[in-house]
């Protein structure tokens, strides 16, 4: 077994090693830490604790690249296996279901946790600068270490059963979700409950929220950046998280017989999508239409307009359970409405995050660019006829981000001009449709993972193109009441967005190009 | 419109690749290619693994663009005039190409939508060809769900939707059993008659030996040879050869090596046979006849010595890798 084991690690660590793109994304990594570190030496003697600083800002970079590589990384291990229709060959070799998960799931843990160890040395430095101490940094990585194992077999096990690394790395994320919003309902509840005029909870349930509460390595990583930390390094974050891990590990092994066996290709099927042939017709795709693009991606990657139905039932009985709620608890009209539309501004964002990371997926995934690219139609109808596709799939929820809207008391005319005005609102925007382009393009590049990367990745962008500032300095003028200088910083963010969007399309289409030629 | 409409009646080339150069990465794929193909022909493009094929393919369908020289596509340059050549040509890659979670009919009417069909000529242009294809008891099907010979056949069909005049398939037959074969050399061979011109690659000459008018052979981004098969058969070295068949097991090596203007004569192993190979400018084949009748050879059959395909492309290829 362990010859086995090995022969797969030696395999992971070789392509490792030779992809140039890991090279580029450690060292981007280190540059990342040189310019925190740089940026708190410059504010030496401006800040109260430079090294707290550093350090706050170099955790928060583990905790969203672990986060990116639960999701993009750890999730593909066996179902990349899957895909390439590869399970049943391992298994002749003479590896046993724990070799094939230890020798695929363990070398990208031993690469990931490399990368988090080699930093520990150099955060030390952050003592140096002040406002943290050893244990601090000491009980930091701990966390994040017991994060990762964790989150890499949830992984691991979302991709021992799911059929795709798609599917897989959906799971890990509703997971992830789950995760960091558990302690955070665990905490309102217990607020809540302990509230005048309430219940109080028994001690049982009060102990496993608070546990709930304090086995999230978000919670802790905020703990552990207070001053006076005192608290052990191996905390019940730790423990609990390295817990997890190893059930999930447990659970992988035992499924996995269950799960891999069968040896038809993980593409089969076709997900929500009706068949003509089926009971209910009206849902079917039918026949084309006479813009066949948008058909196509309206149908096969929005999910059609079965899936569309099911996401406006269910946006509407959540909204029907939002007013249920508000006038249970007698809860303002105005903030059952505000509260249903934030959430539905996080429906479209996440929604149309998706839909940009998967919008070339397929047709890289099954070689059909060239039959694509020898339509008589030019690269950029391609382009938008599918972007329009998906446009379609969001309507849904924006049909109810716009009802809902209307819904809200004390909307008039004026109101909703001084939004349509507002730098902030465009500003804000145009920055999700520069990422959205991101994100496409990065799907062109990585097999998975596009949407945590193009999140890392705005940042700097964000940075590099002086976006931001501007929308805070032409908003401000606004509450002068200048028409002009709103609408002259609107005219700007937009030219400044329209000009990196362009970029990013032109990139789009080199890329797309050079698919199509392969 | 329906199938085999559009076919031109010229007799201009279809495809002409002049002195075309492509390199990637500093290793050239194609060095100074130059091919035609005549209207209504089935062209086989045949090469090694790595000779050039699919590039060669992809310039002439305008996925690539030539690093040197001129490839025209019924007279339209495959660069300038990438639209026309893309409404005329239909391009079968090596690979399916399929989307694999739609119905064999969603996937025509997509693909025939694309090409500006209307709704009503889509309807009778699938029915086609899904019927020359033979493919319509499985319309319904997902392309996931059909074996590896019936996704090729709706990739084939797919081709065909545009009614286009020349159709380029790259290795069509690779991984298909030997009844799928037959079954697709046969479409291809009503297409040509439908007036179709086809320009099929493979890697195995003698596949396209019955069913090609004309080949090109491809080594090593070079093109070793581009003509008629017949001529193909007909090229050996630089002396014409007969082939004796005699009764008995006596050796005539040595008497028939005596005749005049007789280069050499090699027995066939095995067999009693000889191949005799002679000097044009010495003697006629009916001299030679006449010499071996001379010899009192007891003759079986004496016939043109025709080379066969596998040990012509192996001449004209190279051994090895590059």
């Given at each position: 077994?362990f010859?086995?084991?090995?022969?797969?690690?030696?395999?992971?660590?070789?392509?490792?090693?030779?992809?140039?793109?890991?090279?580029?994304?450690?060292?981007?990594?280190?540059?990342?830490?040189?310019?925190?570190?740089?940026?708190?030496?410059?504010?030496?003697?401006?800040?109260?604790?430079?090294?707290?600083?550093?350090?706050?800002?170099i955790?928060?970079?583990?905790?969203?690249?672990?986060?990116?590589?639960?999701?993009?990384?750890?999730?593909?291990?066996?179902?990349?296996?899957?895909?390439?229709?590869?399970?049943?060959?391992?298994?002749?070799?003479g590896?046993?279901?724990?070799?094939?998960?230890?020798?695929?799931?363990?070398?990208?843990?031993?690469?990931?946790?490399?990368?988090?160890?080699?930093?520990?040395?150099?955060?030390?430095?952050?003592?140096?600068?002040?406002?943290?101490?050893?244990?601090?940094?000491?009980?930091?990585?701990?966390?994040?270490?017991?994060?990762?194992?964790?989150?890499?077999?949830?992984?691991?096990?979302?991709?021992?059963?799911?059929?795709?690394?798609?599917?897989?790395?959906?799971?890990?994320?509703?997971?992830?979700?789950?995760?960091?919003?558990?302690?955070?309902?665990?905490?309102?509840?217990?607020?809540?409950?302990?509230?005048?005029?309430?219940s109080?909870?028994?001690?049982?349930?009060?102990?496993?929220?608070?546990?709930?509460?304090?086995?999230?390595?978000?919670?802790?990583?905020?703990?552990?950046?207070?001053?006076?930390?005192?608290?052990?390094?191996?905390?019940?974050?730790?423990?609990?998280?390295?817990?997890?891990?190893?059930?999930?590990?447990?659970?992988?092994?035992?499924?996995?017989?269950?799960?891999?066996?069968?040896?038809?290709?993980?593409?089969?099927?076709?997900?929500?999508?009706?068949?003509?042939?089926?009971?209910?017709?009206?849902?079917?795709?039918?026949r084309?239409?006479?813009?066949?693009?948008?058909?196509?991606?309206?149908?096969?990657?929005a999910?059609?307009l079965?899936?569309?139905?099911?996401?406006?039932t269910?946006?509407?009985?959540?909204?029907?359970a939002?007013?249920?709620?508000?006038?249970?608890?007698?809860?303002?009209?105005?903030?059952?409405?505000?509260?249903?539309?934030?959430?539905?501004?996080?429906?479209?964002?996440?929604?149309?995050?998706?839909?940009?990371?998967?919008?070339?997926?397929?047709?890289?995934?099954?070689?059909?660019?060239?039959?694509?690219?020898?339509?008589?139609?030019?690269?950029?109808?391609?382009?938008?006829?599918?972007?329009?596709?998906?446009?379609?799939?969001?309507?849904?929820?924006?049909?109810?981000?716009?009802?809902?809207?209307?819904?809200?008391?004390?909307?008039?005319?004026?109101?909703?001009?001084?939004?349509?005005?507002?730098?902030?609102?465009?500003?804000?925007?145009?920055?999700?449709?520069?990422?959205?382009?991101?994100?496409?393009?990065?799907?062109?590049?990585?097999?998975?993972?596009?949407?945590?990367?193009?999140?890392?990745?705005?940042?700097?962008?964000?940075?590099?193109?002086?976006?931001?500032?501007?929308?805070?300095?032409?908003?401000?003028?606004?509450?002068?009441?200048?028409?002009?200088?709103?609408?002259?910083?609107?005219?700007?963010?937009?030219?400044?967005?329209?000009?990196?969007?362009?970029?990013?399309?032109?990139?789009?289409?080199?890329?797309?190009?050079?698919?199509?030629?392969? | 419109?329906?199938?085999?409409?559009?076919?031109?009646?010229?007799?201009?080339?279809?495809?002409?690749?002049?002195?075309?150069?492509?390199?990637?990465?500093?290793?050239?794929?194609?060095?100074?290619?130059?091919?035609?193909?005549?209207p209504?022909?089935?062209?086989?493009?045949?090469?090694?693994?790595?000779?050039?094929?699919?590039?060669?393919?992809?310039?002439?369908?305008?996925?690539?663009?030539?690093?040197?020289?001129?490839?025209?596509?019924?007279?339209?340059?495959?660069?300038?005039?990438?639209?026309m050549?893309?409404?005329?040509?239909?391009?079968?890659?090596?690979?399916?190409?399929?989307?694999?979670?739609?119905?064999?009919?969603?996937?025509?009417?997509?693909f025939?939508?694309?090409?500006?069909?209307?709704?009503?000529?889509?309807?009778?242009?699938?029915?086609?060809?899904l019927?020359?294809?033979?493919?319509?008891?499985?319309?319904?099907?997902?392309?996931?769900?059909?074996?590896?010979?019936?996704?090729?056949?709706?990739?084939?069909?797919?081709?065909?939707?545009?009614?286009?005049?020349?159709?380029?398939?790259?290795?069509?037959?690779?991984?298909?059993?030997p009844?799928?074969?037959?079954?697709?050399?046969?479409i291809?061979?009503?297409?040509?008659?439908?007036?179709?011109t086809?320009?099929?690659?493979?890697?195995?000459?003698?596949?396209?030996?019955?069913?090609?008018?004309?080949?090109?052979?491809?080594?090593?981004?070079?093109?070793?040879?581009?003509?008629?098969?017949?001529?193909?058969?007909?090229?050996?070295?630089?002396?014409?050869?007969?082939?004796?068949?005699?009764?008995?097991?006596?050796?005539?090596?040595?008497?028939?090596?005596?005749?005049?203007?007789?280069?050499?004569?090699?027995?066939?192993?095995?067999?009693?046979?000889?191949?005799?190979?002679?000097?044009?400018?010495?003697?006629?084949?009916?001299?030679?006849?006449?010499?071996?009748?001379?010899?009192?050879?007891?003759i079986?059959?004496?016939?043109?010595?025709?080379?066969?395909?596998?040990?012509?492309?192996?001449?004209?290829?190279?051994?090895?890798?590059?």
């Amino acid at each position: 077994m362990f010859h086995g084991v090995l022969a797969l690690l030696t395999r992971s660590l070789r392509q490792d090693a030779r992809q140039l793109k890991n090279h580029v994304f450690r060292l981007t990594f280190v540059v990342f830490i040189y310019l925190s570190l740089m940026q708190s030496m410059l504010f030496f003697n401006f800040v109260g604790a430079p090294g707290l600083q550093f350090f706050i800002s170099i955790a928060t970079l583990n905790a969203v690249f672990i986060t990116c590589a639960g999701i993009g990384f750890f999730a593909t291990a066996i179902s990349e296996e899957k895909e390439e229709e590869v399970i049943g060959l391992l298994l002749m070799a003479g590896l046993n279901p724990v070799g094939i998960l230890l020798g695929k799931s363990t070398s990208r843990l031993i690469q990931a946790a490399f990368l988090l160890l080699v930093q520990f040395p150099f955060m030390l430095l952050a003592v140096t600068l002040g406002g943290i101490t050893p244990h601090q940094i000491l009980a930091a990585y701990a966390s994040l270490l017991a994060f990762m194992v964790m989150l890499a077999n949830i992984a691991l096990f979302w991709s021992t059963v799911c059929r795709r690394g798609g599917t897989a790395a959906g799971m890990t994320t509703i997971c992830l979700v789950v995760y960091a919003a558990v302690p955070r309902i665990a905490t309102q509840t217990l607020g809540y409950l302990n509230s005048a005029g309430r219940s109080r909870p028994s001690a049982t349930v009060t102990q496993y929220l608070q546990w709930c509460e304090k086995s999230c390595s978000y919670w802790q990583l905020g703990q552990i950046m207070t001053t006076g930390f005192a608290d052990p390094v191996m905390s019940v974050q730790v423990i609990s998280n390295l817990l997890i891990g190893v059930g999930c590990f447990l659970l992988s092994w035992l499924l996995f017989s269950r799960f891999n066996s069968q040896t038809t290709g993980a593409n089969d099927g076709r997900g929500m999508v009706a068949k003509s042939t089926g009971r209910v017709r009206f849902f079917a795709p039918g026949r084309a239409w006479s813009l066949p693009l948008v058909w196509k991606d309206f149908q096969f990657v929005a999910g059609g307009l079965r899936f569309a139905t099911v996401k406006f039932t269910g946006y509407v009985l959540v909204f029907a359970a939002f007013v249920y709620y508000g006038v249970r608890s007698n809860i303002a009209w105005t903030e059952t409405c505000s509260n249903y539309i934030s959430l539905m501004v996080w429906a479209v964002v996440i929604e149309a995050s998706i839909l940009s990371s998967r919008i070339f997926h397929d047709e890289i995934r099954l070689q059909t660019m060239s039959s694509l690219m020898m339509l008589p139609r030019s690269l950029s109808w391609i382009g938008h006829s599918k972007a329009l596709g998906c446009l379609i799939g969001l309507l849904p929820s924006i049909i109810c981000l716009c009802s809902s809207t209307l819904l809200l008391p004390g909307l008039d005319l004026k109101l909703a001009f001084q939004v349509a005005i507002s730098p902030i609102v465009w500003g804000a925007i145009l920055c999700f449709v520069v990422f959205l382009h991101l994100v496409a393009l990065l799907s062109l590049f990585v097999k998975w993972g596009a949407l945590p990367l193009g999140f890392v990745m705005m940042a700097p962008i964000m940075t590099c193109c002086p976006i931001v500032p501007l929308i805070f300095a032409t908003s401000s003028r606004r509450e002068t009441q200048d028409l002009f200088n709103s609408l002259a910083g609107i005219g700007v963010i937009l030219v400044l967005m329209g000009l990196v969007c362009f970029v990013f399309q032109m990139m789009i289409a080199a890329r797309l190009d050079e698919i199509g030629s392969q | 419109m329906s199938i085999g409409a559009n076919s031109s009646g010229t007799s201009q080339p279809v495809i002409e690749v002049n002195d075309v150069v492509h390199s990637f990465k500093g290793r050239r794929a194609l060095d100074h290619v130059s091919f035609q193909v005549m209207p209504r022909s089935l062209h086989g493009f045949v090469g090694p693994n790595g000779a050039g094929k699919t590039t060669s393919l992809k310039i002439i369908c305008t996925l690539l663009r030539p690093q040197f020289g001129t490839v025209k596509v019924f007279g339209h340059d495959v660069v300038e005039d990438q639209k026309m050549v893309r409404r005329k040509i239909g391009f079968m890659p090596d690979h399916f190409s399929t989307y694999r979670q739609m119905t064999v009919y969603e996937y025509l009417d997509f693909f025939a939508a694309a090409y500006g069909l209307s709704f009503d000529q889509r309807t009778r242009v699938i029915d086609e060809v899904l019927a020359l294809t033979d493919m319509d008891g499985r319309k319904n099907d997902l392309i996931s769900g059909l074996s590896r010979g019936m996704q090729q056949r709706t990739s084939l069909a797919r081709v065909l939707v545009n009614d286009p005049d020349l159709l380029l398939l790259d290795e069509p037959a690779s991984g298909l059993d030997p009844r799928a074969r037959i079954e697709l050399m046969e479409i291809l061979k009503a297409l040509r008659s439908m007036g179709k011109t086809i320009f099929i690659s493979s890697h195995i000459l003698s596949e396209l030996a019955e069913l090609c008018d004309s080949v090109t052979i491809i080594d090593r981004g070079k093109v070793k040879y581009s003509g008629s098969m017949h001529g193909l058969l007909l090229t050996s070295g630089e002396h014409p050869a007969y082939r004796l068949t005699v009764a008995g097991e006596s050796d005539w090596t040595e008497p028939l090596s005596q005749l005049t203007g007789v280069l050499k004569v090699e027995p066939i192993e095995g067999r009693p046979e000889y191949r005799i190979e002679f000097d044009e400018a010495q003697l006629n084949t009916n001299q030679l006849l006449q010499g071996i009748i001379g010899l009192n050879i007891p003759i079986m059959a004496f016939a043109e010595d025709k080379r066969h395909l596998n040990e012509a492309f192996m001449d004209l290829t190279e051994r090895g890798v590059k």
